[in-house]
């Protein structure tokens, strides 16, 4: 480990993130920041819809917690950290730039990631298989409507439980885990995802746009979705050796802080 602005970091060969959705309300940029302020790795793969653009031409929101996560990312480009930009559909104005580089940052529709092993991994969004974008306006509309009122009770519900000391908890991914039809969506979007990265001959995928991670082997391909940072604050990592792991920060970060606290705690007995 090293210390990055006084936090201690880990090392990763690759990280995973999607779906931050910078610009809207209910982006836990808190656990993102610190997320990127503890985490080091060679790549750093951002897998679409970073930036919340549809949001933002509703009603725009950018709080400085924002653009410290556009800073936080600038700097580990400035550091030497390799950046992957591949747009999704809610920064999909960023697709016209794919196949140029900004700095230490490189835009693509998809990417192929090779793992020590030698497996070829495909990298996109993922919004391109999702059956719902394709369903009508009006069905597609009122899904984002009742989609944003649970986020908006989230945010009220996760203030009240901050203050009374209790962990992060997302109602929204609590209603898609339990509702049957949210299920089934679930699984046919990993199904289809799988089957084609399958059909082009790669080994596995990544992708997020669900906002539901996931990792486990359809057919023979290697199925992996790093979620979100919206409901549930997960991130896909790679170590050195090329084990893949999904990292559910909420909880990482609490027994970090655990952890933290034990040391201080053993220190000042001592």
């Not at 230490?104 to 991994?121: C, F, M, Q, S, W």
């Not at 009220?156 to 962990?167: A, E, I, Q």
Request: proline share 2%; charged share 25%.
């Amino acid at each position: 480990m090293n210390t990055l602005q006084g936090k201690k970091t880990c090392y990763y060969r690759s990280i995973w993130l999607s779906d931050i959705h910078l610009g809207h309300k209910g982006c836990k940029a808190e656990y993102l920041l610190d997320f990127l302020q503890s985490m080091r790795s060679g790549t750093l793969y951002l897998v679409g819809d970073v930036i919340d653009v549809w949001s933002m031409q509703r009603n725009m929101y950018w709080p400085p917690s924002h653009n410290s996560i556009v800073r936080a990312i600038l700097e580990k480009a400035r550091e030497g950290t390799r950046i992957i930009y591949i747009p999704g559909n809610h920064d999909e104005q960023f697709r016209e730039y794919a196949g140029m580089i900004f700095g230490n940052i490189e835009i693509h529709d998809e990417y192929v990631h090779l793992t020590p092993a030698g497996k070829r991994i495909l990298l996109l969004h993922g919004d391109i298989y999702d059956a719902i974008m394709k369903c009508s306006s009006i069905k597609n509309y009122l899904g984002n409507l009742g989609y944003e009122l649970l986020l908006y009770i989230n945010r009220h519900v996760s203030k009240l439980r901050n203050r009374m000391g209790l962990p992060y908890w997302s109602l929204s991914a609590f209603v898609k885990r339990n509702v049957s039809t949210a299920m089934q969506h679930v699984y046919h979007f990993e199904k289809v995802v799988a089957y084609d990265a399958k059909k082009r001959g790669f080994d596995g995928v990544v992708c997020g746009h669900i906002h539901y991670a996931g990792m486990r082997e359809i057919d023979g391909t290697l199925y992996c979705n790093d979620g979100d940072w919206v409901e549930n604050c997960t991130a896909l990592v790679e170590g050195e050796d090329g084990q893949l792991e999904l990292l559910h920060w909420t909880e990482r970060q609490m027994t970090l802080h655990v952890r933290h606290a034990d040391r201080h705690a053993e220190a000042a007995a001592a």
